[in-house]
């Protein structure tokens, strides 16, 4: 999979204030959005997200927009995010979307309503678009996360969580619900955005639990990065490759990094697949 997007922009020169983050440069710079999906795919990466993590008419509204207005340039986005994704020839263009506010505080999920209304309308933009899956990453709450997968009727299912220790979600509740949830209808479970400790106490939970493909792509930071992907510190060259050798040995259907990581981890990974196999 391939590697960071937001903290990319950011490390290219782009201003990503929130509450839109990165949704706004598919319109703005869509050609420096579209060299970073290249990047990736130059180093070896099959799967590309869209840049759509904030591409909901929500965001939009967050940002000032009228109602009627948030939704055409929240579509706006999402269709343009996908074909910049499209245009870097990747194996896989996979849709992304998170949780209606910010990821790292589950506690201001807006309600079922709200998101039912959200990943509702943005599956349906989605499914337009033509992408090969549906991508709900840095999902921290359980009933979130019901609403989300209950969302999506057509399309595969990747789910990628953010925990707050081994056991439990962001929010709290148990990681057991989550298999439940998700059962017979997600295709890959994941862990993303977690520091590499927190992913390590949650990663052997999903193997010893979950009965299929999962995945992993974890945030560089030694701490937990700041609301917009920005980490103070962050593991060295040869942490990040023992890491990841020590997860492919593990033998995941989905492996690549997240927030702090650019082309160069996700060329570091390929070699070490190919190395494996």
């Known amino acids: 999979m ?23 440069s598919n319109l703005t710079d869509p050609d420096v959005v579209q060299s970073v999906h290249h990047d990736y795919v130059n180093a070896g990466a099959d799967i590309i997200g869209t840049n759509t993590f904030r591409t909901t008419t929500w ?36 849709g992304s979307i998170t949780s209606i506010e910010d990821c790292y505080e589950p506690e201001f999920f807006p309600g079922r309503g709200a998101a039912e209304d959200t990943y509702g309308e943005n599956v349906d933009w989605f499914k337009e678009a033509g992408v090969d899956l549906i991508l709900f990453e840095t999902m921290g709450h359980l009933d979130e996360i019901d609403v989300a997968i209950q969302s999506v009727n057509e399309n595969k299912i990747w789910l990628s969580l953010i925990v707050k220790n081994g056991d439990h979600l962001l929010s709290g509740h148990p990681l057991d619900f989550v298999y439940e949830l998700a059962k017979d209808k997600v295709d890959v479970l994941m862990l993303n955005c977690n520091t590499i400790d927190k992913t390590d106490r949650a990663l052997a939970g999903i193997i010893d639990n979950w009965d299929g493909d999962w995945g992993v792509y974890p945030n560089l930071g030694l701490t937990e990065p700041e609301p ?12 990040f490759k023992n890491i990841i050798s020590r997860y492919i040995e593990m033998n995941p259907m989905v492996i690549g990094s997240c927030c702090g990581s650019t082309p160069k981890h996700t060329e570091m990974i390929y070699k070490l697949v190919n190395q494996s196999s």
Do not use: H
């Open 228 to 239: 917009d992907g920005e980490m103070k510190e962050k593991v060295d060259d040869q942490s």
């Open 59 to 94: 965001s939009y509204r967050k940002a000032g927009f009228s109602p009627k207005r948030a939704a055409e340039r929240a579509k706006s986005s999402l269709m343009k995010a996908v074909e910049l994704a499209r245009s870097a020839n990747p194996k896989i263009v996979a």
């Open 2 to 24: 391939d590697g960071a997007m937001g903290t990319e922009l950011m490390a290219r020169g782009l201003n990503l204030p929130l509450p839109l983050w990165s949704a706004e």
